[in-house]
């Protein structure tokens, strides 16, 4: 994920400059499609191009310019283990993470807790690791 992010780092700055612009609350899913509320066509045509160039399988904005960029998902529902890129993340998350500096792939994915990880990666960018048993 550090590999992909540092030689499309345009790209996710394309991206983060997209969604800062419009601060509506949104969830703009390419796979599987979906999205709350719907994104429109133009939305559409504007972020899916920007998705496919990082590797992403949408985005979910917070509002305040905050947003995860989910990457990577394993599990059913709400339990499972997700990696996603997060700009700029609410402060109440970054008080619950665990802070890693070299690797999230080394992480206890057996706990029985919740567990929550954040690797900063350059400026307001951190990779994420949440971990739903």
Do not use: Q
């Not at 997060?86 to 890693?100: G, Q, S, V």
């Not at 992480?107 to 990880?117: L, P």
Request: glycine share 6%; with cysteine.
């Amino acid at each position: 994920m550090l590999e992909n992010f540092e030689r499309n780092l345009s790209s996710f700055k394309e991206l983060r400059d997209e969604l800062c612009a419009n601060p509506a609350r949104r969830h703009i899913m390419m796979d599987p499609e979906w999205s709350r509320p719907e994104a429109s066509e133009e939305v559409k045509a504007t972020l899916y191009p920007i998705f496919r160039k990082i590797g992403a399988k949408g985005v979910y904005y917070d509002g305040e310019c905050s947003f995860r960029v989910a990457y990577w998902s394993v599990g059913f529902g709400g339990d499972g283990d997700y990696k996603y890129y997060t700009y700029n993340p609410p402060l109440e998350r970054n008080n619950d993470a665990k802070i890693f500096l070299e690797t999230l792939d080394r992480v206890d994915r057996a706990s029985i807790d919740h567990e929550f990880y954040l690797r900063p990666i350059a400026d307001d960018w951190y990779l994420a690791f949440d971990h739903w048993p």
